[in-house]
């Protein structure tokens, strides 16, 4: 049985900095791709970022371009967890955050093709 359970989460200022962790168990970790989500109220589920493995063993991350060059995607095997680094926050970044796993190859960006999600962790961005 496979488990997430992210972490980080609160309030912050707008230009504010979080981390965001998500512990994984129950496979093997280090060799799968995991993704970040958020959800908004009354809003679909969006993609956030993404990390994965090419067949040449480097890693890949992918990021949503409202948070490319302010978020960073992160991973530490030793401890099966992933963080996501979330530098200049602004108050339309106020959302409860997913940690995913499961997605079949290429499939990164879709909420749909992951198997296995979090509970989520609120993180609320002021003006």
């Known amino acids: 049985q496979v488990q997430m359970l992210e972490s980080g989460g609160g309030l912050v200022q707008a230009g504010g900095s979080l981390r965001l962790s998500c512990a994984a168990s129950?496979?093997?970790?280090?060799?799968?791709?995991m993704g970040w989500f958020r959800q908004a109220p009354g809003k679909e589920r969006d993609f956030v970022a993404a990390?994965?493995?090419?067949?040449?063993?480097?890693?890949?991350?992918i990021y949503a371009d409202s948070v490319q060059g302010r978020f960073t995607f992160s991973r530490d095997n030793t401890k099966n967890t992933v963080y996501l680094h979330m530098n200049s926050l602004k108050p339309e970044d106020t959302a409860v955050y997913y940690c995913?796993?499961?997605?079949?190859?290429?499939?990164?960006?879709?909420?749909?093709?992951?198997?296995?999600w979090g509970p989520g962790t609120q993180v609320t961005v002021s003006s």
């Open positions: 995913a796993t499961g997605a079949p190859y290429g499939r990164w960006r879709y909420p749909t093709a992951y198997a296995y």
């Open positions: 129950g496979r093997t970790f280090s060799s799968s791709a």
């Open positions: 990390m994965y493995w090419s067949g040449s063993n480097t890693i890949y991350t």
